[in-house]
């Protein structure tokens, strides 16, 4: 008869399974893709805590804002306050791209973009592409991208920026919320905030077409 003996090993218990699931949308008000909206303050609601990594560079608003919007994590919600005054039947996009995550592990709910319309409809369409450094063909990180309806090639000198995006590591930008239309598209590294070309020190990128 053979006996096997084992020996219990002391250590401490372990923490369970990590949390792997990102943080899901349980609500918003207004909600998403909402009509005929006149409020400037949203706020996203999630079925757990989440924070936000800096809004600043990492959330994109369309049409751009001047007057920088409040953005802040509170708890299982993040509010969003325009200081802008709202353009009347347009789109507005908010694209957080991977800025939102859980609190606990840190997990990305990645490419999240809110939108509604201060007019009857939204805005569905897209502009997508790459902006790459004419050098050496290298992908350029975190550049804006823009578009006007104004087909002229110097507008970029003029007006802000009808609608933006930026770019990620990859140098893939993705402009939503956009009406019908022929559009130009311009991509500037924006100095000062103004969606405007207005230093020689800002790299700018532009299309032919």
Request: hydrophobic fraction near 35%; charged fraction near 25%.
């Amino acid at each position: 008869i053979l006996l096997v003996v084992s020996c219990a090993r002391m250590g401490n218990p372990d923490g369970g399974w990590f949390d792997e699931t990102p943080p899901k949308v349980v609500s918003a008000s207004p909600e998403d893709k909402g009509t005929n909206v006149r409020t400037k303050r949203i706020f996203i609601n999630f079925d757990e805590f989440v924070t936000i990594s800096n809004p600043t560079q990492n959330v994109v608003i369309s049409p751009p804002q001047i007057e920088a919007p409040e953005i802040k994590g509170q708890g299982k919600r993040i509010s969003v306050e325009l200081v802008d005054s709202l353009k009347p039947n347009t789109t507005y996009t908010i694209d957080f791209s991977n800025a939102i995550s859980d609190n606990n592990e840190g997990n990305p709910l990645g490419n999240y973009t809110y939108s509604y319309s201060t007019g009857d409809h939204i805005d569905t369409l897209e502009v997508s592409g790459y902006v790459l450094q004419a050098d050496n063909l290298e992908p350029v990180k975190g550049i804006l991208v823009g578009a006007y309806d104004d087909l002229s090639d110097t507008v970029f000198k003029k007006r802000p920026m009808m609608r933006v995006s930026r770019t990620d590591s990859r140098g893939r930008f993705v402009i939503k919320g956009i009406a019908p239309g022929r559009y130009r598209v311009f991509a500037l590294m924006d100095a000062d905030g103004d969606y405007v070309f207005g230093q020689k020190s800002e790299m700018l990128a532009f299309n032919h077409d």
